[in-house]
């Protein structure tokens, strides 16, 4: 709230260094704001009684957002790309997948690995952790495995990071 929205009688004021100024009358707040060509701010609306601050609200608005605009400009998405193995795979195809999980890894993406078991072979799941383990040792130099190799219905997943530094 500012200026005329607040409706408190009284009210403590803060000055635009930060200087206490007491409790004041918000009739005698609004016209030391206005004399001083500055906004006043409710800051702490649940204090007793609530606690405002002469400032140029403006300005502060536009600092705020060019904060905002700033932190989503450094964030780093993290995307998730995934590696389809199946229970049969070759050593070669493993290779291949190998080398194209490493370079998502590189680009600072995330890799789901995941066996997709068909008919009967999920009797069989030791095969499939057999196959995610050497995989994730092969590539053990550029990730970190995030989540052990797990069983979700008919497929197993796993998750591996970036390694760090």
Do not use: W
Not at 3 to 25: A, K, S, W, Y
């Amino acid at each position: 709230m500012i200026n005329e929205e607040i409706r408190d009688r009284e009210v403590r004021v803060v000055d635009e260094n930060g200087e206490q100024m007491g409790i004041l009358p918000i009739r005698q707040a609004l016209d030391l704001a206005e004399e001083r060509q500055l906004d006043l701010v409710k800051i702490a609306p649940q204090a007793k009684p609530p606690v405002c601050k002469l400032m140029d609200y403006g300005k502060y608005r536009f600092e705020q957002s060019k904060k905002e605009r700033e932190m989503r400009k450094n964030q780093k998405v993290v995307n998730i790309k995934e590696v389809r193995l199946s229970a049969t795979i070759e050593e070669h195809d493993v290779d291949v997948k190998v080398r194209a999980a490493q370079k998502f890894l590189k680009d600072g993406d995330k890799v789901k690995v995941s066996i997709r078991f068909r008919g009967r072979q999920i009797t069989h799941s030791e095969i499939g952790t057999d196959i995610m383990n050497d995989f994730a040792e092969r590539i053990k130099d550029v990730c970190v495995v995030e989540r052990k190799p797990m069983i979700e219905g008919r497929n197993m997943i796993m998750v591996l990071a970036p390694r760090e530094g």
